[in-house]
């Protein structure tokens, strides 16, 4: 066999190896509530974002192509090596190709094709523009198997210390929320139920900074009312709304509330 036969086959092993590691489906950013599509097209792995944004150039902006460095089993966004695609098991890390010096860490929380373990709530994006925190909840097996871009939740008790009891705004009195541990609560003065924030086998999404201190999502559902600034879900359908919990050695903080 010729010397570039066996470089070549070497190669496509090696490509072989690491798209066998590579799993399509929907992966969320560990500190953010955002999440993303991965496919891999054409030996190019493609993350694009769910979020359904107005422009187009935010679209471009939020989408993330990475193919491979030549002569190498290393994948880069636009096959830079100073962009190298990073893959742990059910976790990828790349820097902001426009910053750097920003690390974007992504969870895979459905993979494609998959169905969610048993007590696993489902969620979709389906507002317009990209910055709505909205979600609405979907209870389709068939259509959780097929398609992507999916968040889901769980009712977990290993938060509750952190997160039972009352949240006020410190600026804005009349912004508050209260959480109990039966999984229920209101949220300016309309109730919820509430969630932690998992992949598709119920781990929970969590980053833990430096510190110590921890991130996590929640997921608040509304059961009979609804912000003003939340459009009303179509008949059957129920909504939530996504938001970040910070907990820290002095207090926990969900969105601009803390706890009291």
């Known amino acids: 066999m010729k010397a570039t036969s066996i470089i070549t086959s070497i190669l496509l092993l090696f490509t072989g190896t690491l798209f066998s590691q590579i799993k399509e489906g929907t ?31 935010s679209i471009d902006r939020e989408t993330f192509e990475f193919s491979l460095i030549p002569g190498t089993n290393t994948y880069a966004w ?37 169905l969610p373990n048993e ?13 709505s925190p ?3 909840r979907i209870t389709d097996k068939e259509r959780i198997k097929n398609d992507n871009c999916f968040i ?12 039972i009891g009352n949240f006020t705004d410190d600026y804005d009195k009349n912004m508050q929320m209260t959480l109990h541990n039966d999984f229920t609560g209101s949220y300016l003065g309309h109730p919820i139920t509430w969630s932690i924030v998992s992949d598709h086998t119920r781990t929970i999404k969590k980053w833990t900074y430096p510190s110590g201190n921890y991130l996590i999502h929640i997921m608040m559902e509304f059961t009979s009312t609804y912000p003003a600034n939340i ?23 969900i969105g601009r509330m803390n706890k009291q």
């Open 134 to 136: 909205a979600r609405i």
């Open 27 to 57: 992966y969320m950013v560990l500190y953010k509530y955002y999440n993303y599509e991965l496919s891999v097209i054409n030996e190019k792995i493609i993350i694009k974002p769910c979020q359904k944004y107005d422009h187009q150039n």
């Open 119 to 131: 007590g696993v709530l489902t969620y979709f994006d389906e507002t317009q523009g990209g910055y």
């Open 152 to 163: 889901h939740s769980i009712k977990t008790n290993e938060f509750q210390n952190d997160l």
């Open 78 to 114: 636009k096959g830079d090596p100073t962009v190298p695609l990073t893959i742990n098991g059910n976790m990828l890390t790349f820097n902001d190709p426009y910053n750097l010096k920003n690390p974007i860490p992504m969870m895979l929380i459905h993979p494609k094709g998959e």
């Open 231 to 253: 459009d009303p879900p179509l008949a059957g359908h129920k909504i939530a709304i996504i938001e970040g919990v910070i907990v820290d050695n002095s207090t926990t903080s």
